[in-house]
């Protein structure tokens, strides 16, 4: 995700970039064995180069029960944070053909192309108004291209008239 911070003035000359609070969030359901275990989240956090060498973003990390109880925390009546009731049902939405079952083999077409069509299937069946069209729009076209790596030429399967020729992914690839 792409995000604009705000600009905070110092003087007629230069200006900062207002800190931005991110609250982090996870859906489903960790498997009891796994809950004594320190779980890794890899997190990234870069500034577009045009404007690197002017600012550097840093982060830091607190667990949001420790930061609430800081006098200075900014959490108060007028911030709510989203609970696991308020979060809207269409923003966490199944993705069924993640994870990749262990048997899927990168190296055969015919497993790519069974990816293919669950992910075409997926797609017909959610919102396009929902960012997680964009993203599966481009997962369907590097697993369409994993099947048929001669497309446009050659053969290959007609897939949803609904899922356009669109995204980053396939753009690139008919280029």
């Known amino acids: 995700s792409t995000v604009y911070p705000g600009v905070k003035s110092k003087h007629a000359d230069d200006a900062t970039l207002r800190p931005m609070l991110l609250v982090i969030r996870f859906s489903g359901k960790l498997p009891r064995h796994l809950i004594e275990q320190a779980i890794p989240i890899e997190i990234s956090v870069s500034i577009t180069e045009e404007f690197g060498c002017f600012a550097m973003p840093i982060v830091q990390t607190m667990s ?4 609430c109880s800081l006098p200075e925390s900014p959490v108060n009546d007028d911030f709510e944070l989203l609970s696991d009731d308020s979060v809207s049902p269409a923003n966490d939405i199944p993705i069924p ?3 990749l079952p262990s048997h ?3 190296n055969k077409r015919t497993d790519w192309e069974l990816l293919f ?3 075409e299937k997926w797609l017909i069946e959610v919102d396009m108004e929902l960012p997680q069209w964009t993203w599966g729009c481009d997962i369907f076209w590097l697993t369409f291209i994993a099947a048929f790596p001669s497309f446009p030429r050659g053969t290959w399967h007609m897939w949803d008239p609904r899922i356009l020729l669109e995204g980053a992914f396939i753009e690139q690839w008919l280029e």
């Open 117 to 119: 069509k669950q992910i």
């Open 104 to 106: 899927f083999n990168y």
């Open 97 to 99: 053909f993640l994870p």
């Open 64 to 67: 949001l029960d420790h930061w």
